[in-house]
Protein backbone atom coordinates (compact mmCIF):
# COMPACT_ATOMS: atom_id res chain seq x y z
CA UNK A 1 0.00 0.00 0.00
CA UNK A 2 1.43 3.28 -1.32
CA UNK A 3 0.62 6.88 -1.01
CA UNK A 4 2.25 9.72 -3.01
CA UNK A 5 3.61 9.70 -6.30
CA UNK A 6 6.45 7.20 -6.94
CA UNK A 7 9.99 8.21 -7.20
CA UNK A 8 13.63 6.91 -5.85
CA UNK A 9 13.41 4.06 -3.37
CA UNK A 10 12.92 5.36 0.40
CA UNK A 11 14.38 4.07 3.69
CA UNK A 12 12.15 1.74 5.12
CA UNK A 13 11.30 2.29 8.91
CA UNK A 14 10.24 -0.75 10.59
CA UNK A 15 6.89 -0.31 12.97
CA UNK A 16 5.56 -2.89 15.73
CA UNK A 17 2.30 -2.25 16.30
CA UNK A 18 0.25 -4.30 19.07
CA UNK A 19 -3.50 -4.90 18.47
CA UNK A 20 -4.69 -5.41 22.32
CA UNK A 21 -7.99 -7.16 22.18
CA UNK A 22 -10.13 -7.85 25.21
CA UNK A 23 -12.32 -11.25 25.75
CA UNK A 24 -15.40 -9.12 24.68
CA UNK A 25 -13.46 -8.54 21.25
CA UNK A 26 -12.62 -4.91 21.92
CA UNK A 27 -9.47 -3.11 20.68
CA UNK A 28 -7.66 -0.35 22.24
CA UNK A 29 -6.64 2.39 20.19
CA UNK A 30 -4.22 5.63 20.77
CA UNK A 31 -4.34 9.13 19.52
CA UNK A 32 -1.39 10.50 18.32
CA UNK A 33 0.12 12.60 20.42
CA UNK A 34 0.60 16.73 19.60
CA UNK A 35 3.74 17.73 18.09
CA UNK A 36 4.33 14.01 16.24
CA UNK A 37 2.91 13.60 12.64
CA UNK A 38 -0.61 12.88 11.85
CA UNK A 39 -0.99 14.77 15.36
CA UNK A 40 -4.45 13.97 16.59
CA UNK A 41 -5.42 10.94 14.15
CA UNK A 42 -6.47 7.41 15.98
CA UNK A 43 -4.14 4.36 15.92
CA UNK A 44 -2.84 0.81 17.12
CA UNK A 45 -0.59 1.40 19.98
CA UNK A 46 3.31 0.77 19.07
CA UNK A 47 6.18 2.41 17.85
CA UNK A 48 9.55 2.24 16.09
CA UNK A 49 11.76 -0.84 15.92
CA UNK A 50 15.14 0.11 17.00
CA UNK A 51 18.42 -1.66 15.92
CA UNK A 52 18.86 -5.08 17.90
CA UNK A 53 15.63 -5.26 18.91
CA UNK A 54 12.85 -8.07 17.85
CA UNK A 55 9.92 -6.99 16.85
CA UNK A 56 8.34 -8.69 19.95
CA UNK A 57 10.63 -7.10 22.01
CA UNK A 58 9.74 -3.40 20.19
CA UNK A 59 6.44 -4.20 20.77
CA UNK A 60 7.11 -4.83 24.57
CA UNK A 61 9.12 -1.89 25.20
CA UNK A 62 7.03 0.49 23.37
CA UNK A 63 3.51 -0.60 25.27
CA UNK A 64 5.04 -0.30 28.47
CA UNK A 65 6.47 3.81 27.50
CA UNK A 66 3.17 4.46 25.86
CA UNK A 67 0.39 3.02 28.32
CA UNK A 68 2.08 1.52 31.20
CA UNK A 69 1.15 -1.59 30.40
CA UNK A 70 3.49 -5.19 30.82
CA UNK A 71 2.31 -7.47 27.79
CA UNK A 72 2.25 -11.04 27.59
CA UNK A 73 2.26 -13.21 24.45
CA UNK A 74 2.17 -11.59 21.59
CA UNK A 75 1.05 -12.78 18.14
CA UNK A 76 2.47 -12.28 14.77
CA UNK A 77 -0.61 -11.66 12.60
CA UNK A 78 0.47 -9.31 9.28
CA UNK A 79 2.85 -7.34 7.98
CA UNK A 80 1.95 -3.96 5.54
CA UNK A 81 3.72 -0.84 4.29
CA UNK A 82 2.58 2.15 4.01
CA UNK A 83 4.49 5.11 1.93
CA UNK A 84 3.56 8.19 4.57
CA UNK A 85 4.89 11.80 3.51
CA UNK A 86 7.08 11.78 6.80
CA UNK A 87 8.31 7.81 6.62
CA UNK A 88 8.06 5.00 4.52
CA UNK A 89 6.89 2.23 7.09
CA UNK A 90 6.95 -1.66 7.30
CA UNK A 91 4.15 -2.23 9.74
CA UNK A 92 4.24 -5.12 11.88
CA UNK A 93 1.24 -5.76 13.66
CA UNK A 94 0.95 -8.68 16.32
CA UNK A 95 -2.29 -9.41 18.41
CA UNK A 96 -1.79 -9.05 22.40
CA UNK A 97 -4.80 -10.68 24.22
CA UNK A 98 -3.43 -10.41 27.84
CA UNK A 99 -1.61 -7.89 29.76
CA UNK A 100 -0.81 -6.74 33.26
CA UNK A 101 -1.78 -3.10 34.06
CA UNK A 102 -4.90 -0.83 32.75
CA UNK A 103 -3.34 0.95 29.92
CA UNK A 104 -2.90 4.64 30.71
CA UNK A 105 -1.73 7.69 28.10
CA UNK A 106 1.80 7.94 29.21
CA UNK A 107 2.30 10.56 26.55
CA UNK A 108 -1.34 13.06 27.12
CA UNK A 109 -2.94 10.78 24.38
CA UNK A 110 -6.26 9.90 24.57
CA UNK A 111 -7.35 6.00 24.53
CA UNK A 112 -10.28 3.69 23.89
CA UNK A 113 -11.47 0.54 23.75
CA UNK A 114 -13.17 -0.25 20.12
CA UNK A 115 -16.18 -2.43 20.12
CA UNK A 116 -17.00 -4.90 17.45
CA UNK A 117 -19.01 -3.31 14.34
CA UNK A 118 -18.90 0.28 16.68
CA UNK A 119 -17.92 3.25 14.48
CA UNK A 120 -14.16 3.84 14.66
CA UNK A 121 -12.32 7.39 15.90
CA UNK A 122 -11.88 9.76 13.55
CA UNK A 123 -9.59 10.71 11.84
CA UNK A 124 -8.04 7.81 11.42
CA UNK A 125 -4.32 6.81 10.22
CA UNK A 126 -4.63 5.24 6.84
CA UNK A 127 -3.16 2.15 7.42
CA UNK A 128 -5.37 1.07 10.12
CA UNK A 129 -7.79 1.70 8.07
CA UNK A 130 -7.63 -2.40 6.69
CA UNK A 131 -6.63 -3.92 10.50
CA UNK A 132 -9.79 -2.54 11.89
CA UNK A 133 -11.50 -4.68 8.86
CA UNK A 134 -8.88 -7.36 9.48
CA UNK A 135 -10.07 -7.51 13.50
CA UNK A 136 -13.66 -8.46 12.72
CA UNK A 137 -12.86 -11.97 11.05
CA UNK A 138 -13.27 -14.69 13.83
CA UNK A 139 -10.73 -16.85 14.71
CA UNK A 140 -12.49 -19.86 13.01
CA UNK A 141 -13.98 -20.34 9.34
CA UNK A 142 -15.89 -23.43 8.60
CA UNK A 143 -16.15 -25.12 5.23
CA UNK A 144 -19.20 -26.69 4.00
CA UNK A 145 -19.06 -30.44 3.00
CA UNK A 146 -19.46 -30.38 -0.38
CA UNK A 147 -21.23 -33.13 -0.69
CA UNK A 148 -25.08 -32.21 -0.45
CA UNK A 149 -27.39 -33.25 -3.26
CA UNK A 150 -30.92 -31.62 -1.77
CA UNK A 151 -31.34 -28.39 -0.63
CA UNK A 152 -32.62 -29.50 2.43
CA UNK A 153 -29.47 -31.39 3.52
CA UNK A 154 -27.35 -27.88 2.56
CA UNK A 155 -29.95 -25.84 4.81
CA UNK A 156 -30.49 -28.24 7.60
CA UNK A 157 -26.00 -28.44 7.84
CA UNK A 158 -25.66 -24.58 7.81
CA UNK A 159 -28.42 -24.41 10.21
CA UNK A 160 -26.65 -26.79 12.68
CA UNK A 161 -23.32 -24.66 12.17
CA UNK A 162 -25.04 -21.18 13.02
CA UNK A 163 -26.13 -22.76 15.94
CA UNK A 164 -23.14 -24.63 17.29
CA UNK A 165 -21.63 -20.91 17.30
CA UNK A 166 -20.06 -20.64 13.73
CA UNK A 167 -19.85 -16.99 12.40
CA UNK A 168 -17.99 -17.17 8.89
CA UNK A 169 -18.49 -20.11 6.45
CA UNK A 170 -17.37 -20.81 3.11
CA UNK A 171 -19.69 -22.58 0.96
CA UNK A 172 -18.62 -24.87 -2.00
CA UNK A 173 -21.51 -27.45 -3.02
CA UNK A 174 -20.69 -28.82 -6.87
CA UNK A 175 -23.90 -31.35 -6.34
CA UNK A 176 -26.70 -28.71 -6.54
CA UNK A 177 -27.81 -27.44 -9.70
CA UNK A 178 -30.50 -24.94 -10.83
CA UNK A 179 -33.30 -24.04 -8.53
CA UNK A 180 -31.94 -26.12 -5.81
CA UNK A 181 -28.58 -24.14 -5.99
CA UNK A 182 -30.89 -20.81 -5.76
CA UNK A 183 -32.57 -22.10 -2.91
CA UNK A 184 -29.97 -23.37 -0.88
CA UNK A 185 -27.74 -20.02 -1.51
CA UNK A 186 -30.70 -17.90 -0.61
CA UNK A 187 -31.62 -19.75 2.45
CA UNK A 188 -27.93 -19.83 3.16
CA UNK A 189 -27.47 -16.13 3.31
CA UNK A 190 -30.97 -15.77 4.93
CA UNK A 191 -29.78 -17.43 7.97
CA UNK A 192 -26.54 -15.90 8.70
CA UNK A 193 -28.29 -12.56 8.12
CA UNK A 194 -30.61 -13.88 11.12
CA UNK A 195 -27.34 -15.01 13.40
CA UNK A 196 -25.25 -11.80 12.36
CA UNK A 197 -23.11 -15.02 10.90
CA UNK A 198 -20.98 -14.42 7.37
CA UNK A 199 -21.61 -16.94 4.12
CA UNK A 200 -18.57 -16.74 1.62
CA UNK A 201 -19.64 -18.39 -1.67
CA UNK A 202 -17.32 -20.22 -4.11
CA UNK A 203 -17.06 -17.91 -6.91
CA UNK A 204 -17.89 -21.00 -9.50
CA UNK A 205 -21.38 -21.54 -7.14
CA UNK A 206 -22.34 -17.85 -7.68
CA UNK A 207 -21.29 -17.97 -11.53
CA UNK A 208 -23.80 -21.14 -11.43
CA UNK A 209 -26.83 -19.57 -9.30
CA UNK A 210 -26.74 -16.35 -11.41
CA UNK A 211 -28.64 -14.78 -8.94
CA UNK A 212 -28.15 -10.70 -8.27
CA UNK A 213 -29.03 -10.45 -4.97
CA UNK A 214 -26.50 -12.56 -4.01
CA UNK A 215 -23.70 -10.35 -4.92
CA UNK A 216 -24.92 -7.84 -2.24
CA UNK A 217 -25.30 -10.15 0.34
CA UNK A 218 -22.80 -13.39 0.34
CA UNK A 219 -18.94 -13.13 0.65
CA UNK A 220 -17.36 -14.77 -2.18
CA UNK A 221 -14.63 -16.85 -2.19
CA UNK A 222 -12.04 -17.51 -5.01
CA UNK A 223 -10.00 -20.66 -4.97
CA UNK A 224 -6.77 -21.01 -6.16
CA UNK A 225 -7.42 -21.60 -9.69
CA UNK A 226 -9.97 -18.06 -9.48
CA UNK A 227 -7.73 -16.45 -7.59
CA UNK A 228 -4.75 -16.59 -10.08
CA UNK A 229 -7.16 -15.79 -13.24
CA UNK A 230 -9.23 -12.92 -11.72
CA UNK A 231 -8.34 -9.52 -12.91
CA UNK A 232 -9.95 -7.65 -10.25
CA UNK A 233 -11.46 -7.87 -6.94
CA UNK A 234 -15.01 -9.71 -6.87
CA UNK A 235 -18.23 -7.12 -6.16
CA UNK A 236 -18.59 -7.99 -2.91
CA UNK A 237 -18.84 -7.23 0.74
CA UNK A 238 -16.57 -9.74 2.05
CA UNK A 239 -13.63 -11.78 -0.51
CA UNK A 240 -11.58 -14.30 0.47
CA UNK A 241 -8.81 -16.56 -1.13
CA UNK A 242 -7.62 -20.03 -1.35
CA UNK A 243 -3.83 -20.03 -1.69
CA UNK A 244 -1.36 -22.52 -2.13
CA UNK A 245 1.79 -20.81 -1.97
CA UNK A 246 3.22 -17.69 -1.42
CA UNK A 247 2.24 -16.45 -5.18
CA UNK A 248 -1.00 -16.77 -4.40
CA UNK A 249 -1.00 -15.13 -0.69
CA UNK A 250 0.76 -12.04 -2.69
CA UNK A 251 -2.21 -12.01 -5.20
CA UNK A 252 -4.70 -12.35 -2.65
CA UNK A 253 -2.85 -9.21 -1.41
CA UNK A 254 -2.60 -7.06 -5.11
CA UNK A 255 -6.28 -7.85 -5.27
CA UNK A 256 -7.28 -6.38 -1.78
CA UNK A 257 -8.75 -9.75 -0.59
CA UNK A 258 -10.24 -9.67 3.06
CA UNK A 259 -8.26 -12.88 3.70
CA UNK A 260 -6.65 -16.15 2.84
CA UNK A 261 -7.20 -19.66 3.82
CA UNK A 262 -4.65 -22.41 2.72
CA UNK A 263 -5.57 -25.06 0.81
CA UNK A 264 -5.44 -28.21 2.21
CA UNK A 265 -2.36 -29.95 1.41
CA UNK A 266 -0.98 -27.15 -0.53
CA UNK A 267 1.81 -28.56 -0.53
CA UNK A 268 1.84 -31.42 1.01
CA UNK A 269 3.62 -30.81 4.47
CA UNK A 270 3.20 -34.06 5.94
CA UNK A 271 1.57 -34.11 9.85
CA UNK A 272 3.08 -33.23 13.08
CA UNK A 273 5.96 -30.31 13.24
CA UNK A 274 6.19 -30.62 9.15
CA UNK A 275 2.98 -29.33 8.92
CA UNK A 276 3.65 -26.31 11.17
CA UNK A 277 6.37 -25.24 9.53
CA UNK A 278 4.97 -25.44 6.19
CA UNK A 279 2.31 -23.59 7.87
CA UNK A 280 4.87 -21.00 9.48
CA UNK A 281 6.49 -20.76 6.42
CA UNK A 282 3.71 -19.49 4.24
CA UNK A 283 2.07 -17.31 6.98
CA UNK A 284 5.29 -15.28 8.01
CA UNK A 285 4.97 -11.39 7.27
CA UNK A 286 1.95 -12.31 5.84
CA UNK A 287 0.43 -9.15 4.11
CA UNK A 288 -3.32 -10.23 5.08
CA UNK A 289 -4.98 -12.11 8.07
CA UNK A 290 -4.52 -16.23 6.95
CA UNK A 291 -6.41 -19.52 7.99
CA UNK A 292 -4.51 -22.64 8.53
CA UNK A 293 -6.07 -25.74 7.57
CA UNK A 294 -6.13 -27.54 11.05
CA UNK A 295 -8.20 -29.42 13.26
CA UNK A 296 -9.82 -27.56 15.80
CA UNK A 297 -8.88 -27.23 19.04
CA UNK A 298 -6.81 -24.56 21.74
CA UNK A 299 -3.81 -26.22 21.36
CA UNK A 300 -4.04 -26.06 17.78
CA UNK A 301 -5.46 -22.27 17.91
CA UNK A 302 -2.57 -21.15 19.70
CA UNK A 303 0.08 -22.95 17.48
CA UNK A 304 -1.59 -21.34 14.31
CA UNK A 305 -0.82 -18.21 16.16
CA UNK A 306 2.39 -18.77 17.11
CA UNK A 307 2.64 -19.42 13.29
CA UNK A 308 1.42 -16.23 12.44
CA UNK A 309 -2.04 -17.49 10.99
CA UNK A 310 -5.26 -15.71 11.89
CA UNK A 311 -6.91 -18.93 12.73
CA UNK A 312 -8.33 -22.27 11.79
CA UNK A 313 -9.86 -23.16 8.75
CA UNK A 314 -12.08 -26.18 9.87
CA UNK A 315 -13.68 -28.61 7.95
CA UNK A 316 -16.14 -29.90 11.17
CA UNK A 317 -16.77 -28.45 14.32
CA UNK A 318 -16.30 -30.51 17.38
Not at 69 to 88: F, K, L, T
Not at 234 to 249: I, K
Not at 283 to 293: E, F, T, W
Amino acid sequence: MSAGAPGAPRAVTGVAVGVLLRPDGAVLMAERPAGKPYAGFWEFPGGKIEPGETVEQALERELGEELGVRIGASYPWVVMEYDYPHAYVRLHFRRVFEWRGTAHPAEGQRLLYLQPGATPPAPLLPAAVPALRWIELPTMTLASPGCWTQPAQAAAWLDAALERGARQLTWHEPALEGAALHEALQHACAAARAYGARVLVDSRDLARAAVPALAADAGCLLGSAALRAAGARPAHAWVGAGVRDRNDLERAAALACDFAIIEPGAPDGGAGDARWDRIGALCRAAPLPVYAPVAPGAQALQQAWRCGAHGLALARLD
